[in-house]
């Protein structure tokens, strides 16, 4: 058996570091992965590339001398890395053979999601980012508050620290309920979404419309659609495979049962 010491650059091989293979198929996938200017020349690319391999396959040695391998850490996160490669492969895969939707679904789909084609939008939002408090008493305020200074004022009050930002978001990524709900709300009125254990309330001080129609809009419909489906398909998959795995739980640990 030949050692990795005797190994060669040559062939597929295009570089050995310490007796480890950098192979071709590796380089390749690296340049693919990298968005390389048009205006570079290749073989620096190439090159550039290459040695930021070598760079990587020499920082990851030094991390198994120090045993960061063996740690629970790592196993974990390498165990987590694998299995969202593999779940996004299996999305992909589904994507690949859902069943394109007819005109008819896609004008469908098209007219119930205004705020993702004619009158999509950019808002410009002002924000504050606080503790979602626990006394109703608290909320009821919050609640009340009709704009932003009032409901700073409310915090304020109550000792609660917040942090005030600007943003923007695209109406496409909001949900077309969530959509029309705003869209009904008092200009310079705040509304509130809940993030985790935080509030944050906005106000909308601009908007931009961004429409997009006619011959643009379809495409996208057909592939928001098929991301749906897929989400449904792997949805109904989850389900199936719970119904027939055998899965056993310490006690404690068990997801409460269904009523």
């Not at 694998?82 to 996004?88: A, F, G, K, Q, T």
């Not at 005109?103 to 979602?132: C, G």
């Not at 949900?175 to 979404?193: D, L, R, T, Y």
Request: proline residues 8%.
């Amino acid at each position: 058996m030949t050692s990795g010491c005797n190994r060669k650059p040559e062939g597929q091989t295009v570089a050995v570091v310490n007796g480890e293979e950098i192979t071709l198929p590796d380089l390749n996938f690296a340049l693919n992965s990298t968005n390389v200017p048009a205006s570079m020349d290749k073989t620096a690319a190439r090159s550039q590339i290459l040695q930021q391999l070598v760079d990587r396959r020499l920082l990851a040695e030094q991390a198994r001398k120090e045993g960061i391998d063996k740690s629970p850490e790592y196993l974990n996160r390498v165990r987590r890395a694998d299995e969202d490669m593999l779940i996004s492969m299996l999305a992909a895969k589904r994507l690949k053979t859902a069943q394109l939707p007819s005109d008819r679904e896609v004008q469908a789909y098209i007219s119930a999601h205004p705020n993702m084609f004619d009158k999509r939008e950019l808002w410009d939002l002002q924000q504050i980012s606080y503790p979602t408090p626990t006394d109703p008493a608290i909320l009821s305020e919050i609640v009340k508050a009709s704009t932003m200074p009032a409901l700073i004022s409310v915090l304020q009050a109550h000792n609660i620290a917040f942090q005030e930002q600007k943003n923007r978001v695209d109406t496409a990524i909001i949900p077309s309920a969530m959509f029309s709900k705003i869209n009904a709300i008092p200009p310079g009125e705040p509304f509130v979404v809940p993030a985790g254990k935080n509030s944050v309330a906005s106000v909308i001080t601009g908007k931009q419309p961004q429409p997009i129609s006619g011959p643009k809009a379809n495409p996208l419909a057909v592939e928001t659609i098929r991301k749906t489906q897929t989400a449904k398909a792997l949805e109904g998959l989850v389900n199936s495979l719970r119904g027939s795995a055998k899965l056993e739980y310490q006690p404690g640990y068990a997801p409460p049962a269904k009523k």
